[in-house]
């Protein structure tokens, strides 16, 4: 569902680490819409802006870490 903005986040989490390390992330498409300081003031703004959807929350953290799951 979201392809396209993770594949983003992945190719160019190094610079938006770099930018926006520790925050959380509204992404839709290939843009960062904004970047909060929690994931709540995150998702309550872009669900004001956006249909949701139509955006993906991102923790800007580094390493795969970031963006996978591991269920032991």
Do not use: W
């Not at 949701?52 to 870490?65: A, I, N, Y």
């Amino acid at each position: 569902m979201f392809d396209k903005e993770l594949a983003f986040f992945i190719a160019n989490q190094d610079a938006l680490f770099r930018e926006h390390g520790g925050k959380t992330l509204i992404i839709r498409g290939e843009k960062v819409e904004g970047a909060y300081e929690t994931l709540l003031e995150a998702y309550l703004t872009a669900k004001r802006e956006f249909q949701v959807g139509t955006f993906m929350l991102q923790p800007c953290e580094p390493g795969p870490s970031a963006y996978t799951v591991s269920i032991d």
